[in-house]
């Protein structure tokens, strides 16, 4: 009898300790949704001052943010946080305001943290230029 207890007992703080430190759900992002909207694989960005919405859909995750990184390689060390938000949201969105000065060709990278992990994805953005613009 005191082998069946001492097993029962062994096989319940198991059981606790697996329930404890079960591993939390990594984020999920869902669609990513852009203003103006992408054409093919880039986002384009009317001439003058304006701005890019970007909502985001993620399921199991508490911090989102955007970062500007210029296009090419190495440049993950260049980025600017455009947007950082916390809570318990399942749709996220960023506004990012641009002015006729600013010279966009750029990567945005979407992420989202939760308890989980991380999850990341990028948009591509340039700007589109009127037809008689000097390229």
Known sequence: ????????????????????????????????????????????????????????????????????????????ENRTLICEKRGNEDDWTCTWRYTKDDNIHDHFVVEVSGEGGSATASINVTRKHAIDHPQ
């Open 1 to 76: 009898m005191t082998k069946l207890i001492t097993i029962f007992a062994l096989f319940l703080s198991l059981n606790i300790v697996g329930i404890v430190h079960a591993k939390e759900q990594p984020p999920l992002m869902g669609n990513i949704k852009t203003i103006p909207s992408p054409e093919g694989n880039w986002v384009y960005i009317p001439e003058g001052n304006g701005e890019m919405i970007i909502n985001v859909s993620t399921a199991y995750a508490n911090t989102f943010k955007v970062w500007r990184v210029p296009t090419g390689t190495q440049q993950w």
